[in-house]
């Protein structure tokens, strides 16, 4: 029986075939969990009075609240680190970075993995061809503890993405396009698989993007089949062995939905629900008090390098913040090297710790009452960054810098010469 990408990774860990709509219980090659998730994760394999069986396969991170913004996040810090010390299993502490870039830098991604993570953005990884997979902490416990966890096979939406991106439309603009056409729950339950001639030209920074957002129109999980440059990047972090999984020509998909893109414009998500789309020149008048560039959806090298460009030169328009996160501590310093940073700085830009930053609103940045905040970020929730009284637009890292420069919500072309990106 012919089978999509999804259904032959399953069927290889569950040691017997499954399709859509099955269940079966899957053995995992590596399971996480991060400073929001893992203390629920510490008390119930307590409660469970069971060993973390593989705790070589399993890693904690502190990226939400890093550093810590408050004597109850300490607590939480230092029981994550007490259990890691105890269980000897993987840790990254304060200013590592963020657990969906570590997994990736750190090798524990590769084409046809079992990934579970206790966090819903753990889609990214599938932009490297692993099945990647969000549960609660309690699931996790439950998949560190016997090394397996069950899966309700989902069926495969298919999304051909066709076209030549135009000059100033990146990977963001375009999942943010795609999820206001097929709404917040388009995909609910599904397994997004995306191909094309603009997915297939994209680097992997900016497949990890359209992969991280994927849960933000409903998917249990987004993949991207391998191709050469997941090798060569693959290659680059010395990762060698692995069996590469593509789908079968014959193989079912749930619906294929294509978008032509070679006439996009910049997009923008308006509050307070990401599938509220927009492009944004006709969003102009819309005053910014704030811009953030970073988080697991941006915070990549070449998201830092794209908004360079835009803003050397330049200064950050006055009343405006303008913070910048880099995702790991090897971002950091690989901008740090090529003089990216003192770009920002120069343009009167805040360098915070690598980390989440002021994505989920517990510090480094919590808005004001009714002030308005531009950010790179995958969720613009009412109360997303700490204040159900602000109002949060998500754009591409040209948007946002170019929006910091203007003081208002500007289309980036404005800012891009010639024919550059």
Not at 43 to 70: E, G, L, N, W
Not at 270 to 297: M, R, W, Y
Not at 315 to 326: D, E, F, I, N, Y
Request: hydrophobic share 40%; aromatic share 8%.
């Amino acid at each position: 029986m012919a089978k999509t990408i999804i259904e032959k990774i399953l069927t290889r860990h569950a040691g017997r075939s499954l399709a859509s709509g099955d269940v079966g219980i899957c053995r995992l090659d590596f399971c996480f969990s991060q400073d929001g998730t893992s203390a629920l994760v510490v008390d119930s394999i307590t409660k469970f009075q069971r060993p973390v069986i593989r705790p070589k396969k399993y890693a904690m991170f502190i990226d939400h609240s890093s550093p810590s913004p408050s004597l109850g996040v300490s607590q939480v810090h230092s029981k994550m680190r007490n259990f890691s010390k105890a269980n000897k299993n993987l840790f990254f502490d304060v200013g590592c970075g963020i657990s969906h870039q570590l997994v990736i830098e750190e090798g524990f991604v590769y084409p046809g993995a079992l990934i579970l993570g206790a966090d819903s953005h753990t889609s990214t990884a599938g932009a490297l061809g692993a099945a990647a997979f969000g549960m609660g902490s309690t699931d996790l416990a439950v998949a560190l503890t016997t090394g397996k966890n069950w899966f309700k096979v989902p069926q495969t939406l298919k999304i051909i993405v066709k076209g030549k991106l135009p000059k100033g439309v990146y990977s963001k603009d375009v999942i943010l396009y795609i999820i206001h056409k097929l709404g917040s729950n388009g995909a609910t339950y599904k397994a997004v698989e995306f191909s094309g001639e603009a997915i297939n030209k994209m680097s992997i920074d900016a497949r990890l993007t359209v992969t991280n957002m994927t849960i933000e129109f409903g998917a249990k999980c987004g993949i991207i089949a391998p191709d050469k440059k997941v090798g060569s990047y693959l290659k680059g972090l010395g990762l060698k062995k692995y069996q590469d999984v593509y789908p079968d020509k014959d193989c079912k998909y749930e619906k294929v939905i294509e978008f032509d893109v070679s006439k996009m414009s910049p997009y923008v998500a308006k509050p307070h629900s990401v599938d509220n789309g927009s492009t944004a020149e006709s969003l102009g008048k819309v005053k910014i008090d704030q811009a953030f560039l970073g988080t697991c959806t941006n915070g990549r090298l070449e998201d830092l390098e794209i908004a360079a460009k835009i803003i050397k030169g330049h200064k950050v328009a006055s009343g405006v913040k303008l913070l910048v996160a880099p995702a790991s501590q090897r971002i950091f310093l690989a901008a740090l090297k090529k003089g990216i940073l003192r770009v920002f700085i120069e343009s009167g830009a805040i360098i915070l710790p690598a980390g989440c930053g002021p994505c989920v609103g517990t510090h480094q940045g919590v808005p004001a009452d009714q002030e308005v905040v531009i950010s790179t970020a995958n969720r613009n929730f009412k109360g997303r960054m700490g204040n159900p009284n602000s109002f949060i637009y998500l754009a591409s890292p040209a948007t946002v810098v170019a929006s910091a420069i203007s003081g208002k919500i500007t289309d980036p072309r404005k800012f891009i010469k010639g024919g550059s990106r």
